[in-house]
């Protein structure tokens, strides 16, 4: 398997322009999680699905937030519009179902908002 | 806040030596989990601890929980330049939204040849 893919791996945008990262977890995996991680706040958990479906999304900063997943093997999040403090490394993970706890991370997309 | 915090922040020691990182929650957990993340990758799974355990090995890793206390104890024996990283421990609290672990703000260690 090649593991959680993340595209792209870098980013960079200008202030107010939409993001779209986006993750292909692990086949067969039923949990998704998305993840910020900066210097200040350390790694944040945004918003995680279960069998596609979201579960908590609490941890989405703002509206300007939103992640979707349509299918078992695709995930998006997307920012609209874009703040420079939005600039972070975002991390997917995927994870078995049930009874299975190890995350499996992707490589991360950092972005940057100037 | 966060359910884990871990100390030291950082840590640095010569190879050779052993390194021990250590990781507080505030709840009661099912499981603990310790990852390692190299600079600029994503976090990797080190190795998992159930509730009903203490101690746990993987190689050169070495993992102790007391539920009493609400911590827990990563050992690194034998350190080598390659072990230089930053370590996270996650845990998943019991009556928490399944599936959902809460990592702490993880341990730079730095291991100079």
């Known amino acids: 398997d090649a593991g959680v893919i993340q595209s792209p791996r870098h980013e960079v945008t200008e202030m107010g322009q939409e993001v779209t990262l986006r993750c292909k977890p692990i086949?067969?995996?039923?949990?998704l999680f998305w993840y910020r991680q900066t210097m200040m706040r350390g790694l944040e958990l945004l918003i995680y699905?279960?069998?596609?479906?979201?579960?908590?999304d609490s941890g989405m900063p703002e509206d300007r937030f939103s992640a979707k997943m349509p299918n078992a093997s695709f995930s998006t999040l997307k920012i609209q519009p874009s703040e420079p403090r939005d600039s972070a490394v975002y991390f997917c993970?995927?994870?078995?179902?049930?009874?299975?706890?190890?995350?499996?991370f992707g490589p991360g997309t950092r972005l940057t908002v100037t | 806040s966060q359910q884990g915090e871990e100390d030291p922040q950082a840590l640095s020691i010569q190879e050779g030596e052993n390194a021990t990182m250590n990781c507080s929650y505030k709840?009661?957990?099912?499981?603990l989990q310790w990852y390692r993340q190299n600079s600029g990758r994503g976090l990797v799974h080190l190795i998992l601890?159930?509730?009903?355990?203490r101690e746990k090995h993987s190689g050169r890793l070495r993992v102790t929980l007391d539920t009493s206390k609400k911590s827990s104890s990563l050992l690194i024996t034998a350190s080598r330049a390659a072990d230089t990283a930053s370590y996270f421990c996650?845990?998943?609290?019991?009556?928490?939204?399944?599936?959902?672990?809460?990592f702490g703000d993880g341990t730079t260690l730095t291991v100079k040849p």
């Open positions: 993970a995927s994870r078995m179902g049930q009874g299975f706890y190890e995350q499996y």
């Open positions: 086949s067969g995996h039923d949990y």
């Open positions: 699905f279960n069998n596609n479906v979201p579960i908590d």
């Open positions: 709840t009661s957990i099912n499981n």
């Open positions: 601890i159930r509730s009903n355990e």
């Open positions: 996650a845990t998943d609290a019991v009556n928490t939204n399944a599936g959902k672990s809460t």
